[in-house]
């Protein structure tokens, strides 16, 4: 009878996970006679979720490539932070996760107390998300060289021999959270994380030591990948490199927050979007009595608690910032200062998970959205909000200028932005920022762009382009500040936009005869989402995942909705414009498609 309940079970797991099936684990299920204890089980435990085991390991055991492990909020592998225990995902590609496993208030409580080890046969489908690793005298992960991917998880409060918390994990590692690591024992200090390869939104810091990267048994694919991250308030280098001279060892680091200190190794080929500065955590943690706890003083004692206060590593801002306790019956606080990793990480990404609004100011009046943030939470919805500058945009309105970013001045050599497009009769023409002019009062810096068109003969050759009273403003007058409505105005596009809404745009921004204006549509989602009821190919974009982009549809005089006449991509600029699709730019450094019009004709890259 039980084994065809398992049977049956096992069928409609299969059912409802298409080939895969679904096991659960839970410490403290109903029918476990003995709660928190895995060596006492529910007798019909079977990885249902009416009867989940309750131990980690014994789901992986029973698990099969492909199946997924969700594990119940509980304390796993050692019931004690100063016991070894090891969790061993035995080669096996599973995906264990925790109940909501983007949530880091849920990977808070779902505590792995000890060892997580991989063997290194495990592919890029493994998946170890949504999790807490502590044990003050053993915790971490070791990954043997394994492609797993690793996300959402806190490392946090271990302390073993040689400091060393996350090792040899080959696979993708994203937004985790690596904090307040030390050692207890005397075997010397390593790098708190060592032989990975790929970091994107990690927050690093208050470790006993920092990152190493290395090109060890790097094959002809392998590349170093640091990606809007913080690695900050680690004792001695952040970030050290072990190179092996035989091997390649290319590298992408990006988009990330380090100390202005002399404690940051700077390599040759770091770009010019990596900052230095503090990043205004809200608190970090600390080492209550550390010196007891190295003697092995294990238990709070004559008052004394021996253990690790937590810090919490969410960003201050002015604007709004998650609160994991509520305050005023809100997790959204806001602080005196802003953290400068906040809406600072590569302006192209997606929003993912993060807010544009938080709930109890739709319109923005506060807080507004303007890029991911660095670090761990930067694409989940805790993710702080940067302050609004000036009036409210609205409810779901979103930022042209993020859309349509002309450059940065603090930035200079990144802010020579260029874009290359084909007239209708196919030839290849330029626009691109030749400068610009600000003045800066308190926070409000206004900014002026020289933008240039290349030939092109019938458009103009120069118009100064800036963003003022809501409106992106294209003209041939030298403006004046404060930045204001020019007299005569060569296009205009309104700056907040909402989907959904309808409102006139310009069709040729350029052209030297007189612009026309035509009605569109509102359209926001990836590019594939925008183009997938238009009769335009995608094939003829820049490649590119294109995650967020703002179509504007033209609206016939029957009311249907056509083609997009203009499409504006997070971070990049126009895709289409008066039609035409870009086929190449330089943007913040990189380079798109196509980037040449020698001989007037560009060949379609
Ligand atoms: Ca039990
Ligand atoms: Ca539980
Ligand atoms: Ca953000």
């Known amino acids: 009878m039980k084994s065809e309940c398992v049977a049956l079970l096992l069928v409609l797991s299969l059912l409802a996970g298409g080939l895969h099936a679904t096991i659960y684990v839970d410490d403290n299920a109903p029918g476990d006679p003995k709660p928190y204890d895995p060596n006492s089980s529910d007798p019909n435990e079977d990885g249902s979720a009416a009867h989940p085991f309750d131990s980690i390991q014994k789901a992986i055991d029973a698990a099969g490539a492909g199946d997924t492990i969700v594990v119940a909020p509980g304390h796993y592998l050692s019931n004690s932070n100063w016991a070894y225990a090891e969790l061993d995902f035995k080669g096996k590609s599973v995906r264990l996760v925790s109940t909501a496993p983007t949530d880091f208030t849920v990977a808070d409580q779902t505590i792995l107390c000890g060892m997580v080890i991989f063997q290194g046969d495990e592919d890029p489908n493994c998946l170890l998300q949504g999790f807490k690793i502590q044990n003050y005298w053993y915790g971490g992960i070791l990954g043997n060289q394994t492609r797993a991917t690793i996300s959402h998880c806190i490392i946090s409060g271990n302390g073993p021999c040689g400091a060393t918390v996350l090792k040899d994990v080959c696979g993708r590692i994203?937004?985790?959270?690596?904090?307040?690591?030390?050692?207890?024992?005397?075997?010397?200090v390593l790098p708190a994380v060592s032989g990975c390869r790929t970091l994107v939104n990690c927050t690093i810091a208050n470790n006993l030591s920092g990152v190493e990267i290395s090109n060890d048994g790097f094959s002809a694919t392998d590349q170093i990948t640091i990606h809007n991250c913080i690695i900050w308030g680690n004792q001695g280098t952040q970030v050290m490199e072990r190179r092996n001279s035989s091997l390649p060892m290319p590298e992408q680091i990006d988009y990330c927050l380090l100390p202005a200190d002399a404690s940051t190794l700077v390599t040759r080929s770091?770009?010019?979007?990596?900052?230095?500065?503090?990043?205004?955590?809200?608190?970090?943690?600390?080492?209550?009595?550390?010196?007891?706890?190295?003697?092995?003083?294990?238990?709070?004692?004559?008052?004394?608690f021996t253990g690790l206060i937590e810090g919490d590593c969410h960003l201050q801002s002015e604007g709004w910032r998650w609160s994991p306790q509520p305050i005023h019956g809100s997790n959204w606080y806001y602080d005196i200062v802003t953290s400068p990793a906040v809406s600072a990480g590569d302006p192209m990404d997606s929003l993912g998970g993060e807010l544009e609004r938080v709930p109890d100011d739709p319109e923005g009046r506060l807080g507004f959205n303007h890029a991911i943030e660095l670090g761990a939470y930067g694409g989940t919805a805790q993710a702080s909000l940067a302050p609004t500058n000036g009036e409210a945009p609205g409810v779901g309105a979103v930022d042209l200028e993020d859309y349509w970013p002309l450059g940065s001045t603090s930035r200079e050599e990144g802010s020579s932005y260029r874009w290359f497009i084909h007239d209708p009769q196919g030839i290849a023409r330029e626009f691109f920022v030749s400068g610009y002019m600000s003045s800066g009062r308190g926070d409000v810096t206004s900014v002026a762009y020289h933008v240039t068109t290349a030939n092109a003969a019938d458009w103009v050759t120069k118009v100064n382009c800036y963003y003022a009273n809501r409106t992106l403003y294209l003209t041939q007058e030298t403006p004046t500040m404060p930045l204001q409505a020019p007299q005569h105005v060569q296009a205009q596009y309104p700056e907040y936009l909402v989907a959904g809404a309808t409102i006139q745009v310009p069709y040729d921004p350029f052209t030297k005869t007189p612009v026309e204006y035509r009605s569109v549509l509102v359209q926001r989602g990836t590019l594939a989402e925008v183009l997938a009821d238009t009769s335009i190919d995608p094939a003829q974009f820049l490649a590119g995942s294109w995650p967020d982009v703002i179509a504007l549809r033209e609206i016939s005089e029957d009311g249907t909705t056509g083609d997009p006449i203009v499409i504006f991509a997070r971070g990049f600029g126009p895709l289409l414009l008066a039609g035409q699709p870009v086929e190449g730019a330089v943007v913040n450094g990189k380079s798109f498609g196509n980037t040449t019009i020698s001989g007037g004709r560009a060949t379609r890259g």
């Open 174 to 188: 994203a937004n985790c959270l690596i904090v307040d690591n030390t050692t207890f024992h005397d075997c010397g």
């Open 270 to 304: 770091w770009s010019n979007t990596i900052q230095y500065g503090d990043p205004c955590f809200v608190r970090l943690g600390r080492w209550e009595n550390a010196a007891l706890i190295k003697a092995g003083v294990r238990a709070t004692r004559g008052g004394s």
